[in-house]
Each structure stands twice: as structure tokens, then as C-alpha cells.
């Protein structure tokens, strides 16, 4: 029998009004009891008394058993859900930034008392990976996940793609939609779908991965010559995060725009959405395929783990339990497209060996292969206006 959850919310924001209207219509047996909000003087849709702007109104509530985090400070979020968990109160969160950042100790602070923290809507908004990484694929050897994890990126590229539209006018398109932030680099930059990388390779593979040390490069300095590069070779660029098994020992994870061909699996997800490719070794190609921004969409995976909450579940963190030792490694070969402009720079960058090289008035390219942590080391040379970075796939 399911136990009555009394919730206490952190936020309200987009997913927090998403997740307050898909409650309005059931009948979960739960009750939400307060929301802490940051700003007091702003109208709200529900009455006055349900807010506060204090933390301590929920973590010091002995009635209230669950707490749901949906705010944007990381930093503030790992507090809210530190102190809930080590106080005995389950928490559902969609914090990616926080919860890659933290998952160790999070993970050490579940075990230590017996609490609960589920963040299916941190990572490819309505897509239930996480739950299919911890009890379909709980035994199963995974060769690689990849896909596109973020909405706002694939939302502007399918524009560029699709509509012909400017990378600058898409990005002002996915802005006003919602999409995009007003600072758009999580999104763009590659950090946004890195945060969630982190966290699915630790249900992948059993890994700790500080999300400082995983490469991204976004899409936040691709051009028009790399736009008509793609269309003559008839690909389409999109932004995937990759987590791979490269031997027995070590797995790679990075974040980088690539080229992709129409057989790809993802050539075909466009606009917002979101689609996660798991390559296993006996159930081989998996696809999920769903909406991966929006309050509704990821209110619904948000409210898919509170549901769970009222049996008791939780993440097993099977992969870290066995006995065999992952370990996460930048030695691996790529290749990739680089246009540049400056012929020094290409001086300073080791590629293993160039097949192609591309001078015109305007831009200059080269196609080689390099290795992923000479790309590390070289970020900053690497990821400047005039310059974009992408691999072929």
C-alpha cells in the first residue's frame, strides 16, 4: 500500500507550476503543505499561505516527509537537499548541475540514513532514463549512451537546419519561447547536457566523474561556413554527449557538436525534444525519444519519482556496487573539423594526422584526427570567436 506523501517545494517556478497542474488532476494521495519561494512580492496563482521564503518552515516541519527541489541554485540546492536527507525526508530533485556535482556524497548521505533522493528530471526532461539505467540495463554491459540531452541546442540548430534561419535569430526564437536563458552558454556552451552526461554515466558505469574534468565544447561559435560545410556533405550538426566503454578498464565522456548523416538514429530529432541511444551488449541499440524542455514534460518525470516515493523506491546504484573497477579516461582519438583563423593556432594544436586542409578568403578548415586530451588541454585555444570545433562521426 502507498504511504501519504506531505511535500514541502522548493521553487516555482516553470516545472514548479508544470508539476502543481499535472497534481491538480490526480488523486496520488499527496498533499503539497508549502512552497519556499526567493521572492515574496511576486503574484502567484495559489493563495498567499502556501509561501514562505523561509527554508526552515519545510526541513524543520516534522510533518512534512518529501521534499521537492526545483530551484536554479546549485549551490543553495545542495543544502536543501543535504539537510532534508540527513534529517530523515526523501527528496526529488531536477538540479543537474547539483546533483553531478555532488552525487558521491548525496549518494553516501542516502546510505548513511536510509532517505531517498530520486532526480529522473534532471537529466532528458520527460525521458525515464535514469529508472531504464538502474533496472533494465541493471546487469547488462553497456558498450556506449549518447544522444541529444539538450532541448534548447537542438531547438536552434533544427532552425538553422530546417528553416534556414540564422544560429543568431534561432537562439533569439528559442529565448522568447522559453527554451534558452537570457545567458544562454549552459545551454549552448555544452554545460547543460554535461551536467547530465555525469549522471547517467554514473547509473551507466558505476563512475564518479567531477563534471570539470569532461570536455565540452557547444555550439556557441559555429558559423555560417560550417552550417554550408554540412549541408554540401548533407549532415546535420547536432550537440551529443557521449559516454563510452573503450576497453575493460576505462570509459570516455565528452560533449561535442558533430556531423551526423541521415542513417543516424538522431539525424531525426528536432526542435525541443530529446532522444538517448543506449548500445548494450545483449540488448543491443535502444532509442528513447520525448520532450526534453517544457514545465509539463519535466514536471511529469518529476512527478513520475514522487510517485515512487510512496513505495519506499530507490536507486540501487547497482553499477557501483560490483566489483569490477571503471575508470573515466581522456585518452581517445577523435576526428573532428576545425575551422580557424588564425595559422599560428594551428601550430599549437598536436593533431595525430590531417586528411584535409581548406583555404578560401573567408575561412580555413582542416579535418584530422586528434586526441581527446590534447583537445582538453588546448580548450582555451581552441573554443574563441572565429574558430568552431566538431567531430565526424
Not at 48 to 62: G, K, Y
Not at 156 to 161: A, C, E, M, R
Request: net charge negative; aromatic share 10%; glycine share 6%.
Amino acid at each position: 500500500m502507498s504511504k501519504k506523501l506531505t511535500i514541502g517545494m522548493f521553487g516555482f517556478g516553470v516545472v514548479g507550476q508544470g508539476l502543481y497542474d499535472i497534481i491538480k488532476t490526480k488523486h496520488l494521495n499527496l498533499e503539497i503543505k508549502k512552497f519556499v519561494i526567493k521572492n515574496a512580492d511576486k503574484k502567484r496563482t495559489l493563495p498567499a499561505e502556501l509561501f514562505t521564503t523561509d527554508p526552515d518552515v519545510i526541513l524543520n516541519d516534522p510533518e512534512i516527509n518529501t521534499v521537492v527541489e526545483l530551484i536554479d541554485d546549485a549551490d543553495a540546492a545542495f543544502e536543501i537537499t543535504k539537510r532534508a536527507l540527513s534529517s530523515g525526508k526523501n527528496v526529488v530533485s531536477a538540479n543537474k548541475k547539483m546533483i553531478a556535482t555532488h552525487l558521491e556524497e548525496l549518494t553516501e548521505i542516502q546510505q548513511e540514513h536510509g532517505t531517498s533522493l530520486l532526480y529522473e528530471g534532471a537529466v532528458c526532461g520527460s525521458i525515464p532514463i535514469i529508472r531504464n539505467l538502474e533496472e533494465y540495463y541493471d546487469n547488462e554491459l553497456l558498450h556506449s549512451i549518447s544522444g541529444i540531452f539538450n532541448g534548447s541546442s537542438n531547438y536552434i540548430l533544427s532552425k538553422i537546419f530546417n528553416e534556414n534561419q540564422s544560429y543568431t535569430d534561432a537562439l533569439k526564437k528559442a529565448q522568447e519561447l522559453g527554451f534558452a536563458e537570457t545567458d544562454p552558454t549552459l545551454d549552448v556552451g555544452g554545460y547543460d547536457p554535461k551536467y547530465k552526461l555525469a549522471i547517467v554515466a554514473s547509473h551507466a558505469y558505476g563512475v564518479y566523474i567531477n563534471p570539470e574534468l569532461i570536455l565540452n565544447l557547444g555550439i556557441d561559435t559555429l558559423g555560417n561556413a560550417d552550417i554550408r560545410y554540412a549541408r554540401e556533405k548533407n549532415y546535420k550538426i547536432k550537440l551529443i554527449p557521449l559516454a563510452k566503454e573503450v576497453d575493460q578498464n576505462h570509459v570516455v565522456l565528452y560533449v561535442l557538436p558533430k556531423f551526423i548523416s541521415n542513417n543516424n538514429i538522431l539525424f531525426n530529432v528536432e526542435n525541443e525534444n530529446n532522444g538517448v541511444l543506449v548500445k548494450a551488449a545483449f540488448a543491443d541499440e535502444q532509442f528513447f525519444y520525448g520532450k526534453g524542455a517544457g514545465g509539463h514534460p519535466t514536471g511529469s518525470a518529476v512527478l513520475s519519482d514522487i510517485a515512487a516515493l510512496r513505495y519506499d523506491y530507490k536507486y540501487e546504484y547497482k553499477k557501483h556496487l560490483e566489483s569490477k573497477e571503471l575508470s573515466y579516461s581522456t585518452d581517445y582519438q577523435l576526428k573532428v573539423y576545425f575551422r580557424y583563423e588564425d595559422e599560428d593556432l594551428l601550430e599549437n594544436i598536436n593533431f595525430d594526422s590531417i586528411s584535409e586542409r581548406f583555404y578560401s578568403e573567408d575561412h580555413k578548415y582542416v579535418i584530422g584526427h586528434i586526441n581527446l586530451q590534447e583537445i582538453i588541454e588546448k580548450r582555451e585555444l581552441i573554443h574563441q570567436q572565429g574558430n568552431f570545433l566538431a567531430e565526424i562521426v
